[in-house]
Each structure stands twice: as C-alpha cells, then as structure tokens.
C-alpha cells in the first residue's frame, strides 16, 4: 500500500516502520504524506497503541531529506516546514498512546518524530540531535517546542544552539528517552509496554492522554478542574463499571472499550 512504511498488525498493537533505507530512513515529502494518511486512517477503536520505528539497526530517521531541501526558497521551506509539523502534531494528538523505537540515529527531524510520540525507548547505539543550525536552518518539525519541555530550556538551547548530538545515556539522562537496552531486545521492550498499554481500560488510557496533553498550557486551576470533569466522565463507562465490580470481587475484567 505503502512505498516507504511497512505496517505490521500486532493485534491490539499497530507497527508503523519507516523504510527508507538508502537515505538512511531520512523524511521526504512522499514519507510525510504516507504517514498523514496512515494516520488519518488509524483505527483507534482495533489498536490501543501505535510503535513507531526506522528500517534496519543503523538509524531511525536520520533527517529530514537535504536533498529535497537545499533548492527550497522561503514559501517552499514554509510549506515543507508545515507538513511535517503537521503530520507530529497528528501523531501527537492520536487517541492511542505512541511508543518511539529509536533504533539508531534520531537527527534532525527524526529526533522531532520521536519527540512527537508518547514514550521514547531507545537502542543502546541511538543518537540525538537537532543538528539544523549546522545547515542554515533551525528545526522546523517543532523541534523547538518539543525539545524545551522535555528537557528544560537551557538544555535544549545548548543542543539547538550547538547541533551536538548526543548518546543513549545521555539522553536518558537529561530525560529525553525513557529507557536504554541493548539494540537486540529494542522491540521486545516497545513491545512488553505497548501490551501492558492495551491491557488497560482503552477509554481510560485515551482520557488521560488527553488531559496530559491538554493540561501542559493550562493553568493549575485550569488543569485540576478539567481532570476532575474528564474523571467523571469515566464513571459512565462500561469498562469502570465492570472493572471495578472485578476487582471487588477478586475476579478478572478484559477491558472492552466501552
């Protein structure tokens, strides 16, 4: 269906693997087009989560495509700017929670792909870098957004600033990834939380993505009044009904989705 994604159905678990593997998975308008479409299309109500990752043990997404961007005048770098931010914030915003599998090198843009997901674990190779001043350019797929809440402002000035890039350790350590194993268990891993993900109460799980992400420019009495609305909301469920007797009961509930 596809010329640069290979989709895998894992069951409640969905596989977005990005192929590209001449140009080391690097992003290119085709690759943003397929991946909004996939996206528009996902099916929230089968899949309770989404694991994004790169073709092959070298890189995840190494970039955006320099090739396609060195002749772009300014409407151009604008547009193509756009389209990517577009596509994360579609990833972003998806009502199942997002693991990353960064399985090598994450630049550029492809460490913005991964800042896009919920959940970022990496490969003990991986490397992280918004490398773009070193080009002329700042990072244009909200790398400037992104990079700043997770990892403070100062941090992320100085890796903007300075286009280093930097190892799985360190990145684990200033928290821009959850965790570090070793490049032969990365899927394994992805795969252990994204079941533990659909296990839960998939409402539930959409509910508290949502107000997570929501509640990062709200005020605190903003975002306390808006959880305690959205945790009502869950008291008209199926699923808090009947997981909730369950437990009462030291019995055991497969959640539904209702």
């Known amino acids: ?9 894992r069951g409640t678990v969905a596989i977005m693997t990005i192929s590209a593997p001449k140009s080391l998975n690097a992003l290119n308008s085709t690759i ?3 991946m909004d479409d996939y996206l528009s299309n996902f099916d929230c109500n089968k899949y309770r989560c989404l694991i994004v990752t790169g073709d092959g043990e070298k890189s995840f997404v190494a970039g955006a495509d320099i090739s396609e961007m060195a002749t772009l005048n300014v409407p151009q770098g604008q547009t193509f700017g756009s389209k990517g931010a577009s ?3 579609k990833l972003e915003t998806l009502h ?4 990353a599998a960064v399985n090598g090198f994450a630049l550029g843009g492809g460490c913005e792909l991964a800042m896009a997901c919920d959940i970022r674990i990496c490969s003990d190779n991986a490397k992280f870098g918004q490398p773009e001043v070193g080009l002329g350019i700042i990072p244009g797929f909200s790398g400037t957004v992104r990079l700043a809440r997770l990892v403070g402002m100062g941090m992320a000035k100085q890796l903007i600033y300075t286009g280093r890039a930097i190892k799985a350790n360190e990145a684990l350590r200033i928290g821009l990834v959850n965790e570090v194993v070793p490049q ?6 992805a795969m252990e939380i994204a079941n533990q993900i659909a296990a839960q109460a998939p409402l539930a799980v959409k509910a508290a993505k949502l107000c997570i992400n929501a509640e990062w420019d709200m005020s605190a009495d903003e975002a306390i009044m808006n959880e305690s609305t959205v945790f009502g909301r869950c008291f008209a469920t199926e ?7 369950a437990f009462l009961e030291k019995g055991k509930y497969e959640f539904v989705g209702k």
Request: a neutral charge; charged letters at 40%; hydrophobic letters at 40%.
């Open 239 to 245: 699923d808090q009904k009947q997981g909730m007797k």
């Open 87 to 89: 596509v994360f914030r």
């Open 1 to 9: 269906m596809y010329k640069y994604l290979k989709i895998e159905d």
């Open 32 to 34: 943003l087009g397929e």
């Open 96 to 99: 199942v929670p997002v693991i």
């Open 184 to 189: 032969a268990e990365l899927m394994d891993k």
